[in-house]
């Protein structure tokens, strides 16, 4: 149906556009219009649901938009954090793969590092 990666190019484009200042004038004027408007509706019905269903719109879209860069931008760091890690002498590896592990591994490592961290404090040198 669509080609591969249609859907991140027209996700980054459109957040570039809306992430503009000038997306955000234009908003910021479309509601100033909006207001404007009202006594000439008698700020009826029909004026309330014209503001409440562009932005109900506009804000589901935006999720979509919004949740595509964060997971770009994460995958981007985490391939950074991945390489350093890597190419670190003596760094722990096991790391490299730490956002694919259990919540029980996480949480294990978690308490390793704190009793690391209590060892440092403490001026002791941890052992392995």
């Known amino acids: 149906m669509f080609r ?9 484009s459109a957040s570039q556009a ?16 909006w207001a404007l408007l009202g006594p000439a509706f008698r700020f009826g019905d029909t004026w309330q649901l014209t503001i409440n269903t562009g932005t109900t719109i506009v804000t589901f ?15 981007a760091i985490q391939l950074k954090l991945d390489e350093l ?17 259990t919540d029980e591994e996480v ?15 403490a001026g002791r040198k941890p052992r392995g």
């Open 4 to 12: 591969k990666g249609f859907f991140s190019r027209v996700s980054r």
């Open 18 to 33: 809306f992430g503009h200042p000038l997306a955000f004038g234009i908003a910021v004027l479309c509601v100033i219009v």
């Open 61 to 75: 879209l935006m999720v979509f938009l919004i949740q595509n860069s964060q997971n770009r931008h994460s995958d």
């Open 85 to 101: 890690i890597r190419a670190i002498a003596g760094a722990h590896n096991y790391l490299m793969d730490l956002e694919e592990a």
């Open 107 to 121: 949480a294990e490592l978690k308490s390793r590092y704190r009793r690391l961290h209590a060892l440092a404090a």
